[in-house]
């Protein structure tokens, strides 16, 4: 049976340069996947991501390709 990223996950973690406004995601590692979940809802849902998915994931975050603004 599967259990959800949130429920195995240990070690989440947040940006060293999250302000503490509450708009902050947490990434954790699960296994070979890495898995990203809202901070203020730990016990929610996460996005869990294959590692290549996850570095062209962070590409874009940085590239501001995601910025809708």
Do not use: H, I, Y
Not at 21 to 44: F, H, L, Y
């Amino acid at each position: 049976m599967w259990k959800s990223a949130t429920s195995v996950a240990t070690g989440w973690r947040k940006s060293s340069r999250s302000a503490g406004n509450g708009q902050c995601v947490e990434v954790a590692s699960v296994a070979e996947v890495a898995a990203v979940r809202d901070s203020k809802n730990p016990a929610g849902p996460a996005l869990v991501f294959a590692p290549a998915a996850f570095t062209a994931f962070v590409g874009a975050v940085k590239e501001g390709r995601l910025d809708l603004s």
